[in-house]
């Protein structure tokens, strides 16, 4: 068959041959194309990821989340103005920290700070215009308690004392998990003119336990880095295994104030759909001393602070179930 399939091209004339070279040229050219779509595309995703992840817009989106999912269990009206706040106050506050702390970022996330470095010569005309977009939003559809609120956030944001981790234990952990509990937690509080009772009280406390959890996790990414540098985090002053068991309590006790708020303090009981965070923190939490520096890093971006956006969805699915 191979000597008929030889014969047979010999007498392919000239102009054939021709055909059968442009044939094979367009279908190389054609391939060279996709290949280059599909790189550029491929490109295009990845740049998009990675300004998800690590441009903070994972992190507003959560804190959004969680400011839904309080709205909905205080029964408030959802306001778009009061979640584009939230949204838009950790991207002023992170636009500036990424100039910031670039030179440290490229030690102890070099992910992160590889795709910052590409973009870093915008990030403070980013951080201009999210500013510009968050105080007019504040100031047209807000209240006075609300603006204050949200310039002691952004202050105690920027201006947030790193050498301290260095003298007191934990204090990077109780400083992020107060402060961020406290704008998640009070933006609705001031928004809607709310008054101070047991009920709010206890979303308080679950958010700050949430919250704290999450930056107490964060540094297991960092902890050969936070060592060296002599910072007293949890998790270089524990260790890993007494942190692990430490968050793994603070998990228990934040349902358990769900529970306990929607028994004593008319809490609606859909909200305990927040209970099933608490097996969902156990699955990174089992993982925290069986990964590597660079998965620790992807499962606390994507896992662990995806963790709010499951808030609002949780709180609807167990509504839906009790109609």
């Known amino acids: 068959m191979l000597s008929a399939a030889k014969n047979k091209s010999m007498f392919i004339k000239g102009p054939q041959k021709k055909i059968l070279y442009s044939i094979k040229s367009l279908i190389m050219l054609k391939f060279i194309i996709m290949s280059t779509r599909e790189a550029k595309t491929n490109t295009i995703i990845k740049n998009i990821f990675n300004e998800f992840v690590y441009g903070g817009h994972l992190l507003s989106l959560s804190d959004a989340s969680v400011v839904l999912a309080l709205t909905i269990l205080l029964k408030k009206p959802i306001s778009w103005p009061l979640l584009l706040i939230t949204y838009l106050i950790p991207q002023v506050v992170y636009s500036f920290d990424h100039i910031k702390e670039l030179k440290d970022d490229k030690e102890t996330n070099p992910e992160r700070a590889g795709y910052l470095e590409k973009t870093k010569t915008i990030y403070p005309l980013l951080a201009a215009v999210y500013l510009?977009?968050?105080?007019?939003?504040?100031?047209?559809?807000?209240?006075?308690?609300?603006?204050?609120?949200?310039?002691?956030?952004?202050?105690?944001?920027?201006?947030?004392?790193?050498?301290?981790?260095?003298?007191?234990?934990?204090?990077?952990?109780?400083?992020?998990?107060?402060?961020?509990?406290?704008?998640?937690?009070?933006?609705?509080?001031?928004?809607?003119?709310?008054?101070?009772?047991?009920?709010?009280?206890?979303?308080?406390?679950?958010?700050?336990?949430?919250?704290?959890?999450?930056?107490?996790?964060?540094?297991?990414?960092?902890?050969?880095?936070?060592?060296?540098?002599?910072?007293?985090?949890?998790?270089?002053?524990?260790?890993?295994?007494?942190?692990?068991?430490?968050?793994?309590?603070?998990?228990?006790?934040?349902?358990?104030?769900?529970?306990?708020?929607?028994?004593?303090?008319?809490?609606?009981?859909?909200?305990?759909?927040?209970?099933?965070?608490?097996?969902?923190?156990?699955?990174?939490?089992?993982?925290?001393?069986?990964?590597?520096?660079?998965?620790?890093?992807?499962?606390?971006?994507?896992?662990?602070?995806?963790?709010y956006i499951l808030w609002p969805l949780l709180i609807l699915m167990f509504g839906s179930i009790n109609k």
Request: net charge positive.
């Open 132 to 307: 510009i977009i968050l105080v007019l939003t504040a100031v047209v559809y807000s209240n006075i308690g609300t603006i204050l609120l949200v310039i002691f956030i952004g202050v105690s944001g920027v201006l947030y004392p790193k050498s301290l981790t260095k003298k007191i234990v934990g204090f990077k952990n109780y400083y992020v998990g107060i402060i961020s509990a406290i704008a998640l937690s009070f933006l609705p509080f001031f928004y809607y003119n709310l008054s101070l009772n047991s009920l709010f009280v206890s979303l308080a406390v679950f958010a700050f336990l949430r919250l704290f959890l999450n930056t107490v996790y964060f540094d297991f990414k960092d902890y050969e880095s936070d060592k060296k540098q002599g910072l007293k985090t949890l998790v270089v002053t524990l260790g890993k295994d007494k942190t692990v068991m430490l968050l793994s309590i603070i998990n228990i006790i934040s349902v358990l104030v769900i529970v306990a708020s929607v028994l004593l303090f008319g809490l609606p009981s859909y909200a305990l759909g927040l209970v099933l965070v608490a097996p969902y923190s156990f699955v990174y939490l089992f993982l925290a001393n069986k990964l590597n520096e660079f998965q620790l890093r992807k499962i606390s971006y994507l896992m662990v602070d995806g963790e």
